[in-house]
């Protein structure tokens, strides 16, 4: 069913993870009907540039740009997140009232903020106890299954090497940047647009686009038949 709009939860750690990270992928989604929901973990308090009050007004400008909704849930505060069963807990009782087909978060590997690698894990889990009916936890709320949970990476070096989808977000880009220019706090003293577009030039280049975002699974894919599957990019070089 690759043509229906779907239902997305894109999770991140601080205000601006997901427009840098993944923006790009889900405006593509949203101009194709899909319905975009963004969950953020904290308010960005310990950030250098910025107080909680401006970050929170600028991720919230950034969902009405995608057409999102947006909600943010306590963790335990920038740079202090872990995970905790009750921060587990918190994610999947989000995941059950949204009830996403796919789940977008941060990678889990170690070499980037901690904060990314620990929402990462909590969605991890936050996905499996969401679909479990017997968990007295979450009685309150129907079990819910995500059918696909993909990682993206903030920075270079949370980038995996393993399975990959680069989406096209040629379309979009220009809207992807205005997106990331909602968040002006953090662009104060560092190049972030700078670098993501480089990557996603670089992305888009390899794969014969203009410009391509990433995610990433550990997961394998289950098809009707050959026909759905999509194109690799071994054949392009």
């Known amino acids: 069913m690759p043509d229906q709009p779907l239902r997305i939860l894109a999770v991140?750690?601080?205000?601006?993870?997901?427009?840098?990270?993944?923006?790009?992928?889900?405006?593509?989604?949203?101009?194709?009907?899909?319905e975009i929901v963004l969950c953020v973990?904290?308010?960005?308090?310990?950030?250098?540039?910025?107080?909680?009050?401006?970050?929170?007004?600028?991720?919230?400008?950034?969902?009405?740009?995608?057409?999102?909704e947006i909600e943010f849930l306590h963790m335990g505060g920038d740079a202090r997140m872990v995970a905790s069963f009750e921060n587990v807990l918190a994610l999947a009782r989000r995941i059950r009232a949204v009830q996403p087909a796919i789940v977008l978060?941060?990678?889990?590997?170690?070499?980037?903020?901690?904060?990314?690698?620990?929402?990462?894990?909590?969605?991890?889990?936050a996905v499996r106890l969401a679909r479990y009916g017997g968990l007295a936890d979450l009685r309150e709320l129907p079990p819910?299954?995500?059918?696909?949970?993909?990682?993206?990476?903030?920075?270079?070096?949370?980038?995996?090497?393993?399975?990959?989808?680069?989406?096209?977000?040629?379309?979009?880009?220009?809207?992807?940047?205005?997106?990331?220019?909602?968040?002006?706090?953090?662009?104060?003293?560092?190049?972030?647009i700078d670098l993501q577009v480089a990557r996603a030039r670089t992305f888009g280049i390899e794969a014969g686009v203009e410009y391509a975002q990433v995610l990433f699974t550990d997961s394998d894919f289950l098809v009707g038949g050959l026909s759905e599957l999509p194109r690799t990019l071994s054949g392009l070089f």
Do not use: K
Not at 14 to 32: K, N, S, T
Not at 46 to 51: E, L, P, Q, R, V
Not at 154 to 180: C, G, K, N, Y
């Open 144 to 192: 819910h299954t995500v059918s696909q949970l993909f990682g993206y990476a903030v920075t270079p070096s949370a980038e995996l090497h393993q399975r990959a989808i680069r989406v096209d977000i040629s379309a979009q880009f220009e809207r992807w940047v205005q997106l990331m220019e909602c968040h002006q706090t953090q662009l104060r003293t560092r190049r972030y």
């Open 105 to 125: 978060a941060t990678t889990t590997t170690p070499e980037q903020h901690p904060d990314h690698a620990a929402v990462g894990q909590i969605c991890r889990d």
């Open 41 to 68: 973990c904290s308010r960005g308090e310990a950030g250098t540039n910025g107080t909680p009050e401006e970050r929170e007004t600028e991720a919230r400008n950034a969902a009405t740009l995608i057409g999102a």
């Open 12 to 34: 991140g750690a601080h205000p601006d993870d997901v427009e840098f990270g993944c923006g790009g992928v889900l405006l593509v989604e949203a101009a194709r009907g899909s």
